[in-house]
């Protein structure tokens, strides 16, 4: 009996030590670039999808979303903004182009060096999906009648 006991706590031994052994912590190859681009970030939730896994987070009080690919490159950022924090020529733009109308849901996208805007103005009959560049050039993406 006591050789059946000793037995099978060696077996159970064996099994639990092996069972645990294939496992390997997790590794986020885009942590160490996302410490490196965003030291100050605090809250951060990672999310993993098909091509990309994407880290959201709130950076200089701003709820901001970072993009990296598998291999741990940034490929881009998205955070919101206000309508007076765009660059001066979109405001510019926007005023000339459709007047004091409202516009929201202002996006901005950086991807690598390049920065572009997309949001929705609201007109009297339709809204507009609108994307802008740094230089104020805007481009109707799509109408939406009201």
């Known amino acids: 009996m006591k050789k059946l006991i000793i037995g099978l706590a060696a077996a159970l031994t064996l ?9 390997k912590e997790k590794s986020n190859p885009a942590l160490a670039t996302f410490q490196k681009e965003f030291k ?12 990309v896994i994407m880290a959201a987070f709130v ?10 690919s598998y291999a741990g490159e940034l490929l881009g950022t998205a955070r919101n903004v206000l ?6 020529m979109v405001i510019k733009e926007i005023n000339n182009r459709y007047g004091s109308v409202p516009v929201y849901e202002i996006t ?23 994307k802008a560049t740094t ?12």
């Open 15 to 23: 099994i639990s030590t092996t069972a645990f052994a294939g496992e």
């Open 40 to 51: 100050e970030a605090t809250d951060v939730k990672w999310q993993e999808g098909k091509d």
């Open 59 to 68: 950076l200089n009080n701003f709820r901001v979303e970072a993009y990296f």
């Open 83 to 88: 309508f007076n924090q765009l660059p001066l």
């Open 108 to 130: 901005e996208y950086t991807l690598g060096t390049d920065t572009f805007y997309n949001m929705t103005v609201e007109l009297a009959n339709k809204k507009l999906k609108v």
């Open 135 to 146: 230089s104020g050039e805007l481009s109707v993406e799509k109408k939406i009648k009201n």
